[in-house]
């Protein structure tokens, strides 16, 4: 059974940091490209940042190149999303994606359950 379980989200004030973290199983962690989405109420869910399976390729979203830092520990079956500098524009649902490779090199796509992020004073 594929498991993305999400957990660091909640209410944070503007200027502060958190740090989301994906803890997945199920599948070969290792040889997964793994990416966070979000998406905010009344917008698109929009792909935050990403990475390739051994942490060195990574992309983010415009609005958070500087701020956010996505990594992997896969040692740790883990990927995680560090957070600096929030706004309220970053409140939204944060959900955490896998891209699976398997036995005959298809790649498969899971998704974890989401978590509140809230950028307010």
């Known amino acids: 059974q594929v498991q993305l379980v999400e957990s660091g989200g909640g209410l944070v004030q503007p200027g502060g940091s958190l740090r989301l973290s994906c803890a997945a199983s199920?599948?070969?962690?290792?040889?997964?490209?793994m990416s966070w989405y979000r998406q905010a109420p009344g917008k698109e869910r929009e792909l935050v940042a990403a990475?390739?399976?051994?942490?060195?390729?990574?992309n983010y979203a415009d609005s958070v190149k500087g701020r956010f830092t996505i990594s992997r520990d896969n040692a740790k079956n883990t990927v995680y999303l560090q957070m600096n500098s929030l706004k309220p524009e970053d409140t939204a649902v944060y959900v955490c994606?896998?891209?699976?490779?398997?036995?005959?090199?298809?790649?498969?796509?899971?998704w974890g359950q989401g978590t509140q992020v809230t950028v307010s004073s």
């Open positions: 994606k896998a891209g699976a490779v398997s036995f005959s090199g298809l790649r498969r796509y899971y």
């Open positions: 199920g599948f070969t962690f290792s040889s997964a490209a």
């Open positions: 990475t390739g399976s051994a942490g060195g390729s990574t």
